[in-house]
């Protein structure tokens, strides 16, 4: 594996072990060439998924990208890293079997919402005015006013 500091392509890994879910194995790796000291994770990928986009257009799926997502949304929140590490573990499994290798991209940031619903209902706000495209204090309110119904 490359050095992620100087680009040089002998790393050497110091140890192994599994994730706490055992869904990846963690690795520890060491440079030769400048001596940094870097983690990798090895993880099942059953297939390749592409998402496709409101505008028609194509990408592969971006785990990191969707943990980045929700790692802003629940910024600042009492959620331990780990609890999203899983939910984000969940989400890629759920996608991988729902047997498509084209998922739009509506399905992933479902889920995601989904997801934090049960992790943080300030972080689930956070990320639908996102994914939603709020433009006024109304929209807030009236998403708000369905949540409050919904729990009633």
Known sequence: MRCPFCGHEDT???DSRPTDDNTAIR???SCANCGARFTTFERIQLRELTVVKSNGQREPFDREKVARSMRVALRKRPVEPERVERVVNGIVR???SLGEAEIPSSVVGEMVMEALG???QVA?????SVYRNFREVKDFEK???GLADEQD
């Open 118 to 120: 049960s992790l943080d």
């Open 124 to 128: 689930y706000v956070r990320f639908a």
């Open 94 to 96: 759920r996608l991988e």
């Open 27 to 29: 690795r520890r790796r």
């Open 12 to 14: 050497q890994v110091k």
């Open 143 to 145: 998403f708000i006013g």
